[in-house]
Nanobody, 113 residues
């Protein structure tokens, strides 16, 4: 059974940082491209960041470039999203995605003073 479980969301002030994690199981994590997406209230889900199989390449949406960093630990089946300099417009439910395998349940990130 494929499982993706996100953690690390919460309430943070503008300018603050959060680190999201996604624990994967039920598929071969080390050969899967992993991504983070987010969905704000009333908006469509949007892609945030992607990391290739051996962490050789990462890519980011323009809106988060320079502020967010995606990494992975293939030994622990974990993917992370380090989010710095958070803005109110980063408020959303953040989802982990494994290419061809599916989605996690999401974790809420709220950026507010």
């Amino acid at each position: 059974q494929v499982r993706l479980v996100e953690a690390g969301g919460g309430l943070v002030q503008p300018g603050g940082s959060l680190r999201l994690s996604c624990a994967a199981s039920g598929f071969t994590f080390s050969t899967s491209i992993m991504s983070w997406y987010r969905q704000a209230p009333g908006k469509e889900r949007e892609w945030v960041a992607r990391i290739t199989i051996h962490s050789g390449s990462t890519s980011y949406a323009d809106s988060v470039k320079g502020r967010f960093t995606i990494t992975r630990d293939n030994a622990k089946n974990l993917v992370y999203l380090q989010m710095n300099s958070l803005k109110p417009e980063d408020t959303a439910v953040y989802y982990c995605n494994a290419a061809f395998w599916g989605w996690g349940q999401g974790t809420q990130v709220t950026v507010s003073s």
